[in-house]
């Protein structure tokens, strides 16, 4: 099912996305110039702590995530 971000109107297929935390690997990605689909807040039900959560194809992201292991990024 499709949804439809709200932040970036971007529409998407969930399951085709990954959901990267580090707000360094982010930046390093929109710096590469891939696109983010979405963002969301999300709260951590443990600690009551709050992060955000960006969204991006996986497919169109599988090189950099490559880099981004390899500390190449």
């Known amino acids: ?3 439809r971000s709200t932040v ?3 529409r998407y297929e ?3 996305m990954v959901c990267i935390t580090n707000p360094v690997q982010i930046a390093k990605y929109l710096m590469r ?3 983010m689909y979405d963002l969301l ?3 951590d039900s443990t600690t009551g702590s ?3 959560v960006a969204m991006f194809s996986r497919r169109e992201t599988r090189d950099l995530y490559k880099l981004w292991k390899e500390h190449q990024l």
Do not use: E, F, I, S
């Open 33 to 35: 110039g891939a696109t």
């Open 14 to 16: 969930a399951d085709d």
């Open 50 to 52: 709050a992060m955000l």
């Open 41 to 43: 807040g999300v709260a």
């Open 1 to 3: 099912m499709l949804q």
């Open 8 to 10: 970036t109107d971007r």
